[in-house]
């Protein structure tokens, strides 16, 4: 079982998927589902841990959305193949979450919990720079490390 989406839920974004329509009655079915939850998980959390700290203390609606979504996708694929029209909608529906997925990693799309509360992206050990400069250590080679010859000027215009 994963920790954003369930065979439940995705049970009910695939209809008359399983046998019975229920988990407990297929468990094979019940089984795939599993497999893909945690392909889809392991393809959320690829994306989210460059923005956020995980496991997630409260899980985002968002990010179980985007599991579902991905995981159901993952599941229709193999189970719908001759059906191009369903195929096509599931896909859509994949191309969505992927998109969605760049969006939080990039910081476009905000990640929110059902109480409306942001959650706080983890912070990075990148080196950032308070200045227009060029970087120190953006060079290719460290003998040619060296300050910007126009920050040099500046602060000697500066004194």
Do not use: C
């Amino acid at each position: 079982m994963g920790l954003y989406a369930t065979t439940t839920s995705i049970s009910e974004l695939l209809p008359n998927y399983l046998k019975s329509n229920t988990t407990t009655s297929d468990t094979y079915g019940t089984a795939v589902f599993s497999r893909h939850i945690d392909r889809a998980e392991g393809v959320v959390n690829s994306f989210l841990a460059a923005r956020y700290a995980l496991p997630f203390t409260t899980v985002p609606p968002i990010v179980r959305t985007l599991s579902e979504d991905l995981a159901s996708w993952f599941a229709a694929r193999g189970a719908y193949a001759q059906d191009s029209q369903l195929r096509q909608e599931y896909l859509d529906r994949f191309d969505d979450a992927v998109d969605m997925l760049r969006e939080i990693r990039d910081g476009k799309l905000k990640v929110a919990l059902t109480n409306g509360s942001l959650v706080s992206p983890q912070s990075t050990s990148r080196f950032l720079t308070s200045t227009d400069y060029s970087h120190v250590f953006n060079l290719d080679e460290p003998e040619s490390w060296g300050v910007d010859a126009d920050q040099i000027d500046d602060m000697e215009n500066a004194r």
